[in-house]
């Protein structure tokens, strides 16, 4: 069987698509964990001795057809979402010229396969050195002012993601890709999942955005990025400044998992750096600088964000309820907390490292967290959760008997260095 598989592969360059399409279909039963030929994939990549891994001709092909026509492009996708879970083709996949086509495609609102290019830049980011090259990496495109997205990116053009007719005149412009990527990601929650696919703006919903954004965010060049003040506009450098995260902090709530998940990991990697908890936790009336950058933009004002997916039903004494963000203030009686535990634990362990500053916990105290989350503790159902909660409410209303350095007190939550302290719970960037 794997002798007959192999001579399917010359046939990925085939000159007839039926024929490229016919090969692609039966080489992809075998790219899923566990298929009993998924090796004819890797063979050859590991290298041998002090000779560096090539590309083999099997992945070249791959990353060509998902350029091709729609079925074939489709496949191809699939192939390589199912094929990136191993470390082996991280590089092949990541090198420049993959990833600008890979990035410019998702851009292009009218990417029809946009999501599976979503799910592939996910599982790539897994690993450190995606996440590096994306934060640096520029993509060509030209301004089109008429049309929906205002840009096509020149790279993503493909058998599935047209050139724009009439062309757009001048000369391509680069620019960084991941506010870009902020942008897209914002436009793609905007649509009707049930609506007609050709009416929508953007094509794809690229919910697995999120997960790309959680994983550039576990180190801290990522957190930077999503706590620096930039223009709101990343076509204009003149437009008003944002920090990236407050673009994303609203889909906490959101009905998707994905996209939800990937946000509230996103955030809560993000309150690693107690530098940026002012503007995170600051309304947007007022503007907040996080060093080192001395560019001020409005606070993004995380809090209702973190507190709505633990808050229920619960009626709260009129007192109770003017401590709380207005978003919070008279929740009607169908209102449901996350479903997902695991959800519900970043959270709590959102608000358990913003309570690792003096100002932090202060805050959190103004504005009614103990009692949202003494509602969550009541209905609570997960030991692990719970825990954490109870651990935040010791926070909340302990004694304030901390040394002050500097004006600015740090409590350690979570990553405490003693032998004794228990490893379920320490929190980390996820």
Not at 161 to 182: K, M, S, T, W
């Amino acid at each position: 069987m794997e002798a007959q598989l192999k001579e399917l592969i010359p046939f990925l360059r085939d000159k007839n698509p039926q024929v490229r399409q016919i090969a692609l279909s039966n080489l992809l039963g075998q790219t899923p964990e566990g298929s009993p030929h998924r090796n004819i994939f890797y063979h050859g990549l590991g290298g041998t001795g002090l000779q560096k891994p090539k590309e083999t001709d099997i992945i070249r092909d791959l990353k060509l057809l998902c350029r091709d026509q729609l079925a074939v492009a489709h496949d191809a996708f699939r192939a390589l979402v199912n094929l990136s879970d191993s470390p082996l083709l991280v590089p092949f996949l990541s090198e420049p010229a993959f990833l600008t086509f890979l990035v410019s495609y998702i851009l292009n609102a009218d990417s029809i396969l946009a999501d599976l290019a979503s799910m592939l830049l996910s599982n790539l980011t897994a690993s450190s050195s995606p996440c590096a090259a994306l934060l640096t990496l520029n993509v060509p495109i030209l301004k089109t002012p008429s049309s929906p997205s205002s840009f096509f990116p020149t790279l993503a053009r493909s058998g599935t993601c047209f050139a724009p007719v009439p062309y757009p005149p001048g000369e391509p412009q680069d620019i960084l890709a991941l506010p870009l990527l902020i942008d897209a990601f914002v436009e793609g929650a905007s649509m009707d999942p049930s609506g007609d696919r050709a009416s929508r703006k953007r094509k794809g919903e690229l919910h697995f955005l999120a997960s790309v954004f959680a994983n550039i965010s576990t180190s801290p060049a990522g957190r930077t990025f999503f706590i620096t003040s930039r223009p709101t506009d990343p076509l204009n450098p003149n437009s008003t400044n944002e920090y990236p995260l407050a673009k994303i902090v609203a889909f906490t709530e959101h009905q998707d998992t994905i996209r939800r998940g990937g946000v509230a990991s996103t955030l809560k990697n993000c309150v690693f750096s107690s530098q940026a908890h002012r503007a995170i936790l600051s309304p947007d009336t007022e503007t907040v600088v996080v060093p080192p950058s001395t560019l001020s933009a409005p606070g993004i004002d995380a809090l209702p964000y973190i507190l709505l997916p633990l808050a229920g039903p619960e009626e709260l004494d009129l007192e109770d309820q003017e401590k709380l963000p207005s978003a919070l203030q008279f929740l009607p009686s169908t209102k449901k907390r996350d479903p997902d535990p695991v959800l519900r634990l970043t959270h709590v362990e959102t608000l358990l490292l913003l309570c690792t500053t003096r100002w932090g916990r202060d805050y959190l105290r103004d504005h009614g967290v103990y009692e949202i989350v003494r509602g969550a503790h009541m209905e609570e159902t997960v030991d692990k959760v719970s825990e954490h909660i109870e651990r935040l409410v010791q926070l909340l209303k302990g004694d304030e008997s901390v040394e002050t350095v500097d004006g600015c007190d740090v409590v350690r939550v979570g990553d405490q260095d003693d032998d004794d302290d228990d490893e379920d719970n320490r929190i980390e960037e996820v």
